[in-house]
C-alpha cells in the first residue's frame, strides 16, 4: 500500500520558517517596487511632446508642473530613488527652447 505524502501547511510550518518565508517574500516586494520607482520618468513622457518652442515659463509650469530645481537657463525635474531627469531649457527671455531627457 502506497503512502500518501503530506503537503505541509502553514500551521505545519515553525515558526521560524514563517519569518524567513515572510522576509524573503517581503525583500522581492520591495526590490521590485524599488526598481520599478528607479526607472519611472518624472513626468510623464508624453507631456514633453506639448512643449513648443517660444512658450512661456508659466506654460511649461502648467504642463509640467513644479520642477524639482530651477536654474537661470533650466529646470530639472527629478523624483527621489529614481535615475531619468528631465531637463528644460530656456532662453535669456525665458522662453522655452528645448527639453533633453536623461535615462
Known sequence: MRSARTVPRLGNLGPLKV???GAVLM??????????????????LQL??????GMSAHEVHQILG???S????????SRSLSWPIV????DEQQRFRRSRYDD
Open 19 to 21: 519569518l524567513v518565508v
Open 27 to 44: 525583500w522581492a516586494i520591495a526590490t521590485a517596487w524599488l526598481v520599478w520607482t528607479f526607472q519611472r520618468p518624472p513626468v510623464d
Open 48 to 53: 514633453l511632446e506639448r512643449l513648443q518652442p
Open 66 to 68: 513644479a520642477p524639482r
Open 70 to 77: 530651477k536654474h537661470d537657463a533650466h529646470w530639472v525635474y
Open 87 to 90: 531637463y528644460v531649457y530656456f
